[in-house]
């Protein structure tokens, strides 16, 4: 089963991607983080095999960003955002994008490639 750790500072957001995840998806949301802090400390203590990050997490920069995404090997990396033009970081970046106003089963689409997907997508793998 896949672990995945969500990273986004609204608890009810967290909440909802849970449930979408284990029931659609039977993904097992290894854990929660709301700001860099947490989001560090989750990432070294859970070693995840994804992580769903919010482009506006509280102290996380775009700097910050990049540098997870360029030290996070061996983790599936997904951007998402209310804010429709962070696609570009994502794309920047070579990740996954998932547009925080998607319907459910847009993005349950978008998570499941990511999630099948043989490779990590950090550093530009597919």
């Not at 920047?92 to 990590?120: H, Q």
Request: include cysteine; charge should be negative; aromatic fraction near 4%.
């Amino acid at each position: 089963m896949t672990h995945i750790l969500i990273a986004d500072a609204d608890s009810r957001t967290r909440q909802a991607l849970m449930l979408l995840l284990e029931h659609k998806l039977a993904v097992d949301c290894a854990g929660e983080a709301w700001d860099r802090v947490s989001l560090e400390r989750q990432l070294a203590a859970l070693k995840p095999d994804a992580l769903l990050l919010d482009c506006h997490l509280p102290g996380l920069t775009t700097a910050d960003i990049t540098a997870l995404f360029e030290r996070s090997t061996g983790v599936r990396l997904a951007l998402m955002s209310v804010n429709a033009d962070d696609i570009v970081m994502a794309q920047r970046l070579n990740a996954t994008f998932v547009y925080k106003g998607a319907l459910p089963e847009e993005a349950l689409a978008v998570l499941k490639t990511l999630l099948s997907a043989r490779e990590p997508t950090a550093n530009g793998s597919t």
